[in-house]
Structure formats: C-alpha cells, structure tokens
C-alpha cells in the first residue's frame, strides 16, 4: 500500500482541491470524511476511486479487503485534508454522478426544489428528509449551495447514494412540470397563500423551498399551481426551512 | 454611561461567566447575543438588566432611548464576550425566569419533552418550532444540553420569550401527565410502533423526544400512552430529531 506522509505531495494537493467547489466541479469527484459516510458509500457500491487511511484509523480490519486502491496517510496529512478538527482518519475520493436531465421519461416521484436556500447544514437535513419522506431526488437551482459541500455531505448522512440530486435551471424545470400536468408548489411565508393542510398526498409531485431569509423569488412564485402556507399558531416569527420542509413533504408524498 | 475597555474589569469578567452553563445556573441570567435577539428581547419587555454596545454598533439609535442601564465596551470587550467569531457589538444581561413547577393547574396546552437530546442547533430549532406550532412549552429533560446554551439561543430565535422552558424530571412529569389523564407520547424509530398519522390533532397532549443516537431511555419509553412512529419511506436510516419533532408537533396540535 502507498505511504504518504506529506502535505505537499501532489495527490494529497488534488485531493485537497475537492474540499472546494471549483475542485469538486472541475473533477467531477468529491471527498467523503469519517467513517460513517464512508462505510454507508462502501455498501452501496459508490463510485469509490480511493480510500486514505491514517495506519491508527480504529476500523482498519473492516476495510482492508476491498478491492478499491487504499493510500495510507499520515495523521498531519489527515488533519491537512479533512473539513472536521478532530477528524477519524478515513475518506474516500467518490465520483459524482453524471448530472440528470430532468424530462418527461424521469420525472416520476417527488422533488424537492432549493431555490438560494443557503445553509449546509439545512440543505444536508432537507435531502436526508426527502430520501426518509420517499422522493425521487432534491433539484439544486441558482444560489443554492453545492450540493457536495462538506457540511452538506455531513447533515445528509448518506443520502446522495439514495436519491438523485440534480442541478438545474428552476424556472426551466418548472416549464417541464407545466407541461407534463404534474403539480408544482411553491411555500412562502404568507397567510393568503394556500394551507398546505388543503393538498391532497399525490405520487408526483414538485415542491419549491426558498432562501432562508428571503424566501422563493417572485419569477418562481408565478410559475407554480399553487404556493403553500404553514400557519403559525403561535408567536414565532417563522420557521426553519427544513423544519417546514420536512413537515410540507411528509404531508405531500403518497 | 458606563464605559469599559479592558477584559480584566469584574462586570466583564462577571458577564462573561453567563457564557457557561455553571455561570448562568449560579446566577440565574444569560447572556443574549446579536441585534436580532436583543431587539426580539426588548420589544417582549424581557427582565434585561443591561445592554453592553460597541460605540460603532449599528443600530446604536434604536436602543439609545431605552430606561435600560447601558454600557459601552471596546471591541476586544466584545470579542472577549461573544460566542460568535464576528459578533456585531450588542449584548443584553437577561434575568431567567424561575423554573416552573408543573401542576394540573398549569398543564394545558401541548408541550415538547426532551430526554437526552444533546445537539443545542436542534434543540434550539425545535423550541422555535415548538413555539410556531403552538405549543405551551419545552420539558428539558436530564442529559438534554443547557435551554440557554448560546447555540440554542441563537437557533430558537427568541422564542424563549414567547414558550415556556421548562426543567425537570421526565419520570416524574410523565407521572403528572397520567394522573391528569392527558395524553402522553414518546417516539421511537421502530415500525412497529404506532404511526403518528394514527393520532387524533389534540389542545393538550405531551410529546417525548429522544437523544440524536441512543433514542428514548427505555424507562420512560414504558410510561407512555402509545409511541409513535413516522414512517420512513426511502432508503434513509432515521430523521434529524429537530425534523421529526416538527412532523409531530403539527400532526399532533389542534
């Protein structure tokens, strides 16, 4: 197994490079830190190119006999390329999956549509929530954050390998739903809009999420069959997007 | 006013003790963070004792005209003081409100449970949620972390002003809830427990939630009326806690 014990060698630099979003895009492969990620990727057979592991890491025995190529790194190195302080010890360099275009023939099934929803941590919890609530896959459009980011990554738990996650154009996309008659949402914090409590559970459906301060914008709010309400019954000014996410998809998938 | 440039005074150094958890239960008061949550807490007529301001805050002449004693600090008083790396320069003292002891003469309303549940970013977001969903208040069990954590401050937004926070001993609130013949559920991720679609929208119920890992201790897991579930559909593990004591609290709330 190859022995790598310096910052600067130049695999440890383009593996580095993956910790950005110009690097993730430029290579089309991602990082994968700590054991948890790595071991639900080694199951369902993700496109793993290599697994770096510090020679202390706890579950070594676990992996030694796969067939993907392993690096052993030294701890420096570690802590050089994770995105964690106290990092296990493990990645995994994955490729990404081919961007989906949306049409008619793959459009069966929930989606979930971020529209500048910006936090990591919220978008990671709101794809993990639509793999839980049953959809198809989670639509990232313009301004939302990378959908490989390292906190996204980390709040998703997996669920990249479990759904699609499709970047795309959304008024684009919401042209594709009008045209094929599935229902389109959107959800702005607004008590004329529409109780989400009054939508049918249905099969196929699109659910548009907006920015976390702003909400969805206006161009989007028009393109939609309906925009839904989450009515607050008590004194808080709003709730937290994946909070109202999670409580819209759950009410919506059949 | 008062002005303090130096992170040796013995205000600062008091204050700054409300940043721990031992600090604030010695003297009963937090400190709040952030124009966002020092507004939300004078436009409430919270019991503030002081306001701290950097003489470059912002907002400065929204606050100038406040019978609240002020206090003008230095920058690197403001640092010292933050739990934020770049904080904007405004603090409020804030006395706590006594802890409340749950009776039948109080009990109405649904409340939220706590039992070990660890992360202050989830729990903040659930008490915000809890608030917009209209319940009474949150029960802190034991090993839940600290109701004024700065994290859970920050997350709930306020909405300790508006819910009531409660400290207690589940086993024992559990034994209230019975006598009083009110409804009481936990949840576990088991499929066969009860789904939570199951469960008649109710004006008074409790709602028990379990720590991210371990769930609810099993002790308390026997106190209840029924344990719910919600059905994970996809291929996910589980539910961010946060995102299924949101699915929950407005199924369960009339």
Redesign the interface.
């Known amino acids: 197994m190859e022995k790598i014990n310096s910052t600067q060698n130049a695999k440890i630099k383009y593996w580095k490079k993956l910790q950005t979003k110009k690097g993730r895009k430029k290579e089309n492969k991602y990082l994968l830190e700590g054991w948890h990620l790595v071991k639900e990727a080694l199951m369902v057979d993700a496109k793993i190119e290599y697994l770096l592991v510090t020679n202390d890491f706890r579950y070594f025995d676990d992996i030694i006999n796969t067939e993907i190529e392993q690096v052993e790194i030294s701890s420096e190195v570690s802590l050089y390329l994770a995105d964690t302080s106290t990092p296990q010890g493990i990645y995994a360099v994955v490729k990404m999956e081919e961007n989906r275009q949306l049409t008619i023939d793959n459009l069966a099934g929930g989606w979930l549509m971020l529209d500048g929803v910006q936090d990591p ?1 919220n978008i990671g ?1 709101m794809v ?8 198809t896959g989670v639509i990232f459009g313009e301004g939302s954050a990378d959908s490989h980011h390292p906190k996204v990554l980390r ?1 998703m ?1 997996g ?1 990249q390998f ?2 699609q996650l499709v970047n795309a154009d959304l008024m684009e996309v919401a042209t594709v739903f009008k045209e094929n008659h599935i229902p389109l949402y959107g959800s702005e914090l607004n008590e004329d809009a529409r109780s989400y409590r009054e939508i049918p559970a249905a099969a196929n459906f699109g659910l548009i999420m907006g920015n976390e301060g702003n909400g969805m914008r206006n161009d989007l709010l028009n393109t939609t069959d309906a925009n839904l309400y ?1 009515p ?9 997007v ?2 109202a996410a ?2 819209l998809m ?1 009410q919506l ?1 059949a």
């Not at 993990?128 to 959809?135: F, K, N, Q, Y």
């Not at 607050?232 to 937290?240: M, P």
């Open positions: 941590g919890t993990r929530t639509a793999d839980a609530a049953g959809l709040s738990q669920s479990h759904i989450i607050i019954k008590g004194r808080a000014e709003s709730l937290n994946a909070i999670g409580v759950f998938k």
